[in-house]
């Protein structure tokens, strides 16, 4: 199994920012796109963000130029670097990776608790 484990959440003011991470551990025996997913009280969940092993990265619409994903393979890590948060972008943020526990284990999704950003004056 894969575990992924979040951190860096917490209030913040409009205009502020935040870093995330997001570090997978466990059985691992390769990991494909990692990426980050928001859910806002009364919405379903979304996608923030995501990038592939090699690097090529795609953003939602709304943090475009304000959000920037990176991360390290050798850590087995993503990160989020938040900017310029707005009151809308509070929301739990959950961390996703699409990864492989073994060599001839299926592909699948696996999903982080959670963190809470809240962004408010």
């Known amino acids: 199994q894969v575990q992924l484990v979040e951190s860096g959440g917490g209030l913040v003011q409009p205009g502020g920012s935040l870093s995330l991470s997001c570090a997978a551990s466990g059985s691992i025996f390769s990991i494909r796109t990692m990426g980050w997913y928001r859910q806002a009280p009364g919405k379903q969940r979304e996608l923030v963000a995501t990038i592939t092993r090699g690097g090529s990265t795609n953003y939602a619409d709304s943090v475009k130029g304000r959000f920037t994903i990176s991360r390290d393979n050798a850590k087995n890590t993503v990160y989020l670097q938040t900017n310029s948060l707005k009151p809308e972008d509070t929301a739990v943020y959950y961390c996703?990776?699409?990864?492989?526990?073994?060599?001839?284990?299926?592909?699948?999704?696996?999903w982080g608790q959670g963190t809470q950003v809240t962004v408010s004056s």
């Open positions: 996703n990776a699409q990864a492989k526990a073994s060599m001839t284990g299926q592909l699948r999704d696996y």
